[in-house]
């Protein structure tokens, strides 16, 4: 439903997007990760067409961003960076005229989104009394409107209050449940990330170190929260077992690797046990092993 291909963006002199590929398929909710800068909101920018790209493309259902913007887009809604709206109006009359720039205002549709949202009782507020939350919800209520097949999301949960951010985030998967939506998700937020994606780019410095499904990252080597005294003593005794140490306090054992056999040969070598409990390896396990070995590598 969505591909970009060989993405490459400079801003400066300076790399914002380095050869960055991926593709969501149809009903799937994909999700970019990365920090402030990694360039997730450069990536939206070129599928939205709001910026050039260096080299590389995008299609929306087979169709180029690049060379046909304007049918491109008409499969797709958005919300990107800080929505704005005219304070001075209401919602409704925001709506009436923001979809009078993409092809008419169907007041039936409107209203029917508008309930969805939840925002039936202030639509006819003026913006300018809006709460964080309620400009979002209206913001959702305008990239749904024209009835689209992808929805693209800039950090749209930034800066709301935690039951803001569960309402979005059901909201979004009935979407998919009930219209097949296909999602494509940025955050800088883990947890939001692991619990509404099904696959995930992690962007560092405009390249992606990392791109698989979410349920897969529990599927790997067996990870282990360790307490051990010394850690530097315990080191040699880990790695004789094919093991390492991912972050601080954590250890990766191999697929067959018996952790009873580490616990002996630890306490051989002297080395005080006082915890190893396996974890669930999340997707923050993943992100903080990546930071971490790019930081070890500079």
Known sequence: ????????????????????????????????????????????????????????DVTIGGISVLTNRSQALRKAGAIFEAPAFYDYLSGWDNLKILMSYSGGFDSAAARETVERVGLTKRIHSKVRTYSHGMRQRLALAQSLLPEPEVLLLDEPTDGLDPEGIKWFRDFILMLRAERGMTVLFNSHLLAEVELMCDRVAILRDGRCVFEGAVGGLHDDAPLFEADLEPWDGALGVIHAMGGDIPVCGRIRLPVDADPSALVESLVRAGIRVRALAPVRRSLEDLYMEIHHGAASSN
């Open 1 to 56: 439903m969505l591909e970009a291909t060989g993405l490459c963006k400079s801003f400066g002199g300076k790399p914002a997007l380095d050869d960055f590929s991926f593709k969501v398929g149809r009903g799937e909710i994909y999700g970019l990760l990365g920090h402030n800068g990694a360039g997730k909101s450069t990536t939206l920018g070129i599928i939205l067409g709001m910026v050039m790209p260096d080299r590389g």
